[in-house]
């Protein structure tokens, strides 16, 4: 019987990788950062905003250590070929490739620097792909930027601050770290969609909802980008079969 289900395991990751193939022949990531902001909530944001200007505060090691999961762990595993890095980042045209949203093109530094905390890896351009905030328009260029591509790929890490437990107004808040991968084809549509959480081990008091020493959070920020990364890591045979079964659709 193990064997029976083992053959049919194979048969079937040999099914959707060449329907795969029907589909995408190549793609090309255009994008892997961080953002370092708490919540999607820009009133949220408000609260944090001296952990935000906190020079110290940097999340370029841990996009490093994202991007390498991705590179070495993920991408060959895929069906599919990937363009180099090299030849990405190195194109003038893809370096002058603009984004609506993640880029300082809003009016009022105060505003951009506190809403939109983004950390790229080595290279790579922040692109938007936020659901209803994603930078079509970008994603589009770049098809014409690479047009030997079939997909593109962003991916990116963020974090939320959560409520662990609390009562009478005191609670201990945790943060969770967001792993976001999302494949779109020409037409800036989304194909594909992976997403993996982890917590930080440790929490911090907060009063009301505040909490008293945002300090506390940057150590909470590592445990969670840790824990997510090996999470990654362990599932990375069930990620890719997951992305083969919807992109064989």
């Known amino acids: 019987m193990k064997k029976i289900l083992f053959f049919t395991v194979i048969g079937l990751s040999l099914i959707l990788t060449n329907n795969i193939h029907a589909q995408i022949k190549k793609a090309a990531i255009i994008s892997i950062y961080g953002n370092k902001n708490l919540s999607d909530d820009p009133l949220d944001t408000k609260l944090y905003e001296v952990l935000l200007n906190d020079s ?21 595993n895929f069906s599919f070929s990937f363009m180099e890095k090299s030849e990405v980042i190195s194109n003038l045209e893809y370096q002058k490739v603009e984004s609506k949203f993640v880029e300082n093109d809003v009016e009022g530094e105060k505003f951009t620097n506190y809403l939109n905390p983004y950390v790229p890896a080595e290279g790579y351009r922040n692109l938007a792909a936020f659901g209803p905030a994603t930078d079509k328009k970008a994603i589009q260029k770049c ?11 962003i991916a990116y890490i963020n974090y939320n601050i959560y409520d662990a437990k609390g009562a ?34 440790k929490g911090v008091m907060a009063v009301g909802g505040f909490v008293l020493d945002p300090a506390k959070l940057k150590p909470m920020i590592s445990s969670s980008s840790e824990n997510l990364l090996k999470e990654m890591e362990g599932k990375i045979a069930k990620s890719m079969a997951k992305m083969a079964k919807k992109l064989a659709k």
Do not use: H, Q, W
Not at 56 to 64: E, L, P, Q, W
Not at 146 to 152: E, M, N, Q, T
Not at 171 to 187: L, M, P, Q, R
């Open 56 to 76: 110290s505060f940097d999340i370029s090691g841990t996009v490093a250590d994202f991007e390498k999961v991705i590179m070495d762990k993920m991408i060959p």
């Open 143 to 153: 098809f014409e930027i690479f047009p030997d591509v079939d997909a593109v790929l």
């Open 168 to 201: 009478m107004g005191i609670s201990s808040k945790k943060v969770y770290a967001y792993c976001n991968i999302k494949v779109f084809n020409n037409e800036g549509k989304r194909i594909f969609k992976l997403t993996e959480r982890a917590s930080s081990n």
